[in-house]
């Protein structure tokens, strides 16, 4: 290992210093959405799609049944009336898996380029659209996998008076929305979260779901 890095140019290895922890994320992601499946049965396709840590659902649309919100592609909150101006339907490019998959993109094409010898200013110009081309391209997995949850069988009422924890800071009097981990018919599942309290709720602070927002936002107060 140490000669491989020793081996490596200068630019490399700055490449490797993003590529490599970030393809540990990764890996670990992995084994997490894996342990989903295995804990839901190993068959379906919610297992797969909840338990993943990352972010995300985040590539579906959701709408707040009081004020028609709903989420841009990148990742901007819209209100009634609004239009999505990419027209990609709430596409969300910039999530954590994608930014994740990004840097391991990145990171390994450009090397791969500059140990064949490109020059490295080309290197980094392909990375990078090679990069951004993977955000996309799972921007668009998991949006198509989020329709088919939402088919599925898991009812969101169910996680009415479930408790859980705060992924992504919920901002206060419903200013925008975060992310929660709770139990839903007993699989591990990721949802968009508001909140009507007047403080927000910060990352890893329990919280009990007291109502639904839309179809897929779970209303939730710190337990």
């Known amino acids: 290992m140490l000669a491989w890095w020793e081996s490596l140019s200068s630019f490399s290895q700055v490449l490797a210093a993003m590529a490599i922890p970030a393809t ?3 890996l670990i992601q ?7 499946i295995d ?16 972010v995300d659902l985040d590539t579906d649309v959701d709408l707040d049944a009081d004020a028609d919100v709903g989420d841009g592609v ?3 909150e819209l209100t009634d009336g609004d239009v999505d101006p990419s027209g990609l339907d709430g596409l969300r490019i910039f999530s954590i898996r994608g930014i994740i998959a990004f840097f391991v993109v990145f990171g390994w094409a450009g090397i791969a380029l500059d140990t064949a010898g ?24 998991f949006r198509a996998i989020s329709k088919l949850e939402n088919n599925g069988n898991i009812d969101n009422r169910n996680a009415l008076g479930v408790s ?7 901002p206060a009097n419903r200013k925008g929305q975060g992310k ?8 591990l599942c990721e949802r968009d979260a508001v909140t009507d309290e007047a403080e927000a709720i910060p990352t890893g602070c329990e919280i009990v779901v007291v109502a639904l927002s839309g179809q ?4 939730v107060k710190k337990k």
């Open 118 to 141: 490109v020059a490295p200013v080309i290197s980094s110009l392909v990375a990078l659209a090679a990069g951004f081309g993977m955000m996309v391209l799972i921007a668009f997995v």
């Open 24 to 26: 540990l994320i990764l």
């Open 180 to 187: 929660v981990n709770v139990m839903i018919q007993g699989t």
């Open 30 to 36: 992995t084994v997490l959405m894996l342990i989903g």
């Open 39 to 54: 804990s839901d049965g190993g068959a379906d396709v919610d297992g797969d799609v909840d338990v993943d840590t990352d």
């Open 74 to 76: 990148f990742g901007e």
């Open 164 to 170: 859980g924890s705060v992924y992504l800071k919920i």
């Open 216 to 219: 897929n936002t779970l209303v």
